[in-house]
């Protein structure tokens, strides 16, 4: 069973560029997450979509972060310009309908630096 | 808000039992999660309670209190392999959509 797959893993860009984030979920969930990962503010809900749709987008931080979720098997998070303070591991999660306890599935991050 | 509260740092000694403690606000309570994340890994899912009381998954469990807000996970017989963070995630305000805590990182030493 494949899980959550994100790309890249690594991610390594001076300040200024375009950073382009690559998550395909679990197929047949329904609902998509988009977190930020750091050691001062923990796991952050940037945006999360639920049979493609943004629902929540009160999570990204500034209008240099955008989400799209064109079709049901990928999303891109995108940084435009990006800058060091947006340096974090940054996990897409899915998961099935929601109100009956069904977990989230994390991908395995990217983590990215920006110098 | 939806604050949820659980320590930061926990240690303890290989084969004993630890208990992680997580609050939540109560109001628009929709149930709680616990996730493992090892350092450099993504979180795992572990357990998830929305009625009170325990629920035993082999050496882990996971307690409810509604009425209190209150939630711990419990650890018996630590092995070294379980020292990562703890996530405790509730669901509250009415959302389905769970609020992460920071997370509690367990330290387990020979």
């Known amino acids: 069973d494949a899980g959550v797959i994100q790309s890249p893993r690594h991610e390594v860009t001076e300040m200024g560029q375009e950073v382009t984030l690559r998550c395909k979920p679990i197929s047949g969930h329904d609902y998509l997450f988009w977190y930020r990962q750091t050691m001062m503010r923990g796991l952050e809900l940037l945006i999360y979509f639920n049979n493609n749709v943004p629902i929540d987008d009160s999570g990204m931080p500034e209008d240099r972060f955008s989400a799209k979720m064109p079709n049901a098997s990928f999303s891109t998070l995108k940084i435009q310009p990006s800058e060091p303070r947006d340096s974090a591991v940054y996990f897409c999660a899915s998961s099935l309908e929601g109100d009956r306890g069904q977990p989230q599935h994390f991908g395995d991050g990217t983590r990215l630096s920006i110098l | 808000g939806q604050n949820i509260d659980q320590p930061t740092e926990m240690t303890a000694t290989e084969g004993a039992i630890v208990q992680i403690n997580c609050t939540y606000q109560t109001s628009g309570f929709n149930g709680l999660f616990w996730y493992q994340q090892h350092a450099g890994e993504a979180p795992t899912f572990l357990s998830y309670n929305v009625l009170d009381g325990l629920e035993e998954k082999g050496r882990f469990s996971s307690f409810l209190s509604r009425s209190k807000g209150y939630s711990y996970l419990l650890l018996k017989e630590l092995q070294m392999k379980d020292s990562a963070s703890y996530l405790c995630?509730?669901?509250?305000?009415?959302?389905?959509?769970?609020?992460f805590g920071r997370g509690t990182s367990l330290i387990v030493h020979p």
């Open positions: 995630a509730g669901r509250t305000g009415g959302s389905y959509i769970p609020t």
